[in-house]
């Protein structure tokens, strides 16, 4: 199956380099949510190879100015789902660049952690 990513022109593309390219989600998260992927259609980070990887997070650096210029985002989550347990619906390896703004959710504390949202807040008794 061809991955949805290698349909997208480069005309789209925000930014791109030798081995990957950044566009807009078309399901954002929040404003400017980004996906920054490789060019070769690999499922996963860990089947990239170290070139590739160093590419990727290059363009999440290239990334962050423009959307700090365009959204004046309060903070960002980076991410990557790696298989159909983790939530990767798109078996071609994309970073989330997700900028947060304040308000967004009522209590941002744990980020990420939210993966597992009964774990989420380390700072409360779990018990």
């Known amino acids: 199956m061809t991955s949805p990513f290698t349909q997208i022109p480069p005309s789209d593309w925000l930014v791109s380099n030798d081995l990957a390219f950044a566009i807009f989600d078309a399901y954002p998260v929040t404003e400017g949510h980004t996906l920054v992927i490789p060019r070769r259609e690999v499922p996963t980070w860990f089947d990239a190879t170290p070139d590739e990887r160093r590419a990727l997070m290059d363009l999440v650096d290239d990334v962050k100015p423009l959307l700090d210029e365009r959204f004046q ?4 989550n980076v991410g990557i789902n790696i298989g159909a347990a983790a939530g990767q ?3 071609h390896l994309h970073v989330h660049l997700i900028p947060r703004y304040h308000g967004d959710v009522e209590d941002p504390r744990g980020g990420v952690r939210y993966v597992i949202p009964a774990k989420a807040n380390y700072l409360t008794d779990q018990t």
């Open 73 to 76: 985002p309060d903070g960002y």
């Open 89 to 91: 619906t798109v078996m």
